[in-house]
């Protein structure tokens, strides 16, 4: 490693570890990711220890990197029996359990000093990997630190009522030398720039910036501590919520069309033809958006609702509206199964006022355009001219709309409907001077909106329409195989009575390769029972279709397969004859998961359903149920009762309630997953905020941010604020856009 050389761009916070700590110190501070005085300082105790409060133990396993607090109960120093040298060992405990201490040495002489170091009753920090020898966990030659030491007595007696901060730590750095490197870091720093306001550190109590880092890892006391963290919390909200405020800002200096409501337009008509009467809440959220998009300001409005709670039908209102002042309207789906689902759907509702220029179109009507990227080129074609003239009001469509040469002249306002499938850059390359509506079926916890989506209005729909019927939900243990034979008689007897069966699989094939799986799989294999993929193989659509076709209780019903890997005319074909009837049973991989629509369905059956997210399964469930008729869902599983599979469903059989199910599922996971805390990016981590509980300070941080972003836009006021969100990892900034 090069020697680091002085240099005059370096401040207090961007010193090399080398020039602070010495090269052997820096380099295992390097393995961990810290390079600076700055990562340092912001690699924080993850939790605190007290003297006479002994770590526990019992959490060590072997192989991990462990600090453990405790008092030695027994030593031995010994020859070793089959070869030269001698051996201590050491027994430690913690109160209720012991773990056990080796050194070796050929010389006795060091090994006597640890000997009289270690004495029984001696309490110390002990750090080191966890390996096993006889089947005993053990320590070999740890690192410790005696925490009574007669040498240090005036500054123990300083320190007896102080906590020991734990970090995380490694072999070769464990947590009490990463204490004295943090030291050694905190006293070569004078101060560190603040990045909240001052007034609202006022408002809200909470100490400044170098105060909270140096009591963070110093604390005199746990009360300190916790004030120290909630600052920091403070902090990650304030900088998260100034990202997005800045967004909004950025996106109000835009100028959208405005496109104010016509009488005696294409919009009027519709609502004078609708079959049945909006949910109050569709008026109400209509009202909302109708106001947003008669404005020159973009609208930036995420739509939230429930499966089944009529999001297509608000945003088509929208739509028309847009089309009534002469503009386009663009719905972006994210699969080609469903942009077809909401072409068919959107020409039924409209009927003659979608078929402008046709035979029997409506002389105040417009066209409904579909552009998805299995069109033969002569159709795209003619579907890129009728889009770039203007004839196409409404247009739906996939990534194809994205492509480079689709030409929208008159784009108004775009409609993204599961949003989360869609990056920012896909998105922004419609217009960034479109109304943007972005819809998502799967609820979010408020929290969560106001940490993911704080630069966008939330409009929320919890009625359901009215004839939506219930669906019943049971879990089906693999185990019961009665249980399982019975599902199958209970599909034939909803095909008898005239119903459709979703078979939901996990895989596509029994190739057994990770390419298998669909492409929207959602369950991570953290949270997948150990041990699945060794009791039987994952369902797959083609196995359990060849499977069904031969089971006694389904014979003579036609069984079709659906699945991502299908040409879109084999799709379409299957769904056609599911919808008909033909084959009442469709096998089918999560391709069905969202917006299509077949009234008839009024079962099924989810295979291998604890490798699904619990947000997926809600989604899969609301595809049945849509008719006049109850719907049943059975979920199969092996997961292990007890396991997080098992809780996950358990709670999606509880209820039909997708805000409901979406706090469980915020439970369940924790916020990491949900702000990204695992992508790359050291300073973006979120450590002190949780999503779950901290619901009052994203709050006050939100008010606060859109404060200081209406008075000071570009934080000429707080320069090290504004450093800070330029430092902040784009995959990370992103994500809060795409999650």
Aim: proline share 5%; glycine share 8%.
């Amino acid at each position: 490693m090069t020697s680091a050389v002085r240099s005059d761009a370096w401040d207090e916070l961007s010193m090399p570890l080398e020039r602070l700590l010495g090269k052997a110190s820096a380099k295992q501070l390097a393995s961990m990711g810290l390079h600076t005085a700055y990562d340092a300082l912001y690699h924080f105790p993850f939790r605190l220890a007290h003297r006479g409060e002994l770590m526990p133990i019992a959490a060590a396993g072997e192989g991990e990197a462990v600090t453990v607090i405790a008092r030695v109960l027994r030593t031995n120093l010994r020859p070793m029996n089959s070869r030269r040298g001698h051996i201590l060992s050491v027994d430690i405990s913690d109160g209720s359990h012991e773990l056990a201490l080796t050194f070796f040495s050929r010389n006795p002489r060091p090994l006597h000093w640890h000997a009289s170091r270690l004495s029984v009753g001696t309490v110390a920090i002990f750090s080191g990997t966890v390996s096993s020898y006889r089947g005993k966990l053990q320590l070999a030659h740890p690192d410790y630190e005696l925490i009574d030491d007669e040498e240090n007595m005036e500054e123990d007696i300083a320190k007896a009522t102080r906590p020991i901060p734990i970090y995380h730590a490694t072999a070769k750095m464990p947590s009490w030398k990463i204490a004295k490197a943090v030291a050694t870091v905190l006293a070569s720093v004078s101060d560190i720039p603040e990045l909240l306001p001052e007034d609202y550190l006022k408002e809200h109590n909470l100490p400044g910036r170098f105060s909270a880092i140096h009591t963070l890892h110093a604390p005199d006391n746990d009360e300190e501590w916790r004030r120290a963290a909630r600052r920091l919390a403070h902090e990650e909200a304030f900088v998260l919520q100034t990202v997005l405020a800045q967004r909004s800002w950025e996106a109000d200096k835009l100028e959208a069309r405005a496109c104010p409501p016509r009488t005696g337009g294409i919009a009027e008509a519709f609502d004078a033809q609708l079959p049945y009467t909006l949910t109050d809440g569709q008026k109400q959220v209509g009202e909302e958006i109708s106001a947003d998009i008669t404005q020159t300001r973009p609208m930036r409005r995420l739509l939230q609702g429930d499966v089944g709670s009529g999001k297509t039908i608000v945003a088509l209102r929208a739509m028309l509206q847009a089309v009534d002042s002469g503009g386009q309207a663009v719905l972006l789906a994210p699969t080609e199964v469903l942009a077809r689902q909401h072409f068919d759907t959107i020409e039924q509702l409209l009927g003659p006022l979608g078929m402008a220029g046709m035979i029997g179109g409506a002389d105040n009507g417009t066209r409904i355009e579909l552009l998805t990227g299995s069109l033969s080129a002569p159709a795209r074609q003619k579907a890129l001219m009728r889009i770039s003239s203007g004839e196409a009001g409404i247009i739906i469509g996939t990534h194809a709309l994205l492509y480079e040469g689709v030409a929208i002249p008159q784009l108004a306002l775009v409609v993204v409907d599961e949003q989360h499938r869609f990056g920012v850059d896909q998105r922004s390359a419609l217009g960034a001077q479109a109304h943007t509506l972005v819809m998502t079926a799967t609820p979010i916890p408020r929290t969560v909106a106001m940490s993911l989506f704080g630069d966008l209005e939330v409009s929320v729909l919890r009625e359901l329409p009215a004839g939506r019927k219930e669906v019943s939900t049971t879990v089906v243990p693999y185990a019961k195989q009665a249980w399982v034979e019975r599902a199958w008689q209970r599909a034939r007897e909803e095909v008898e009575n005239d119903g459709r069966v979703y078979v939901v699989c996990p895989r596509i094939g029994d190739e057994g390769d990770d390419a298998a799986f669909e492409e929207n799989f959602m369950a991570s294999e953290s949270e997948l029972p150990e041990g699945e993929g060794e009791k039987r193989p994952l369902a797959s659509v083609v196995g359990t279709a060849q499977q069904l076709a031969s089971n006694p209780a389904l014979e003579g019903v036609t069984i079709g397969i659906m699945h991502g890997r299908l040409s879109a005319d084999e799709k379409r074909a299957a769904m056609s004859d599911f919808s008909s009837g033909q084959t009442p049973i469709l096998v089918s991989t999560t391709v069905i998961e969202v917006g299509v629509d077949v009234p008839e369905a009024t079962m099924m059956v989810i295979m291998d359903a604890d490798r699904f997210g619990l947000s997926q399964l809600h989604q899969l469930r609301g595809r049945i149920g849509r008719g006049g008729r109850e719907g049943l869902c059975l979920a199969l599983t092996d997961a292990p009762e007890g396991s997080l599979a098992a809780q996950r469903l358990a709670a999606f059989a509880s209820t039909t309630d997708g805000f409901v199910l979406a706090e469980e599922d915020l439970q369940l996971r924790g916020e990491g997953d949900i702000l990204g805390a695992s992508q790359s990016g050291r300073r973006t981590h979120i450590r002190f905020l949780s999503i779950i509980k901290d619901a009052d300070i994203i709050s006050a941080a939100r008010e606060g941010a859109r404060a200081l972003i209406a008075r000071d836009p570009e934080l000429t006021s707080l320069p090290e604020l504004a450093k800070e969100i330029s430092r902040m990892d784009e995959g990370q900034a992103d994500y809060l856009e795409k999650s």
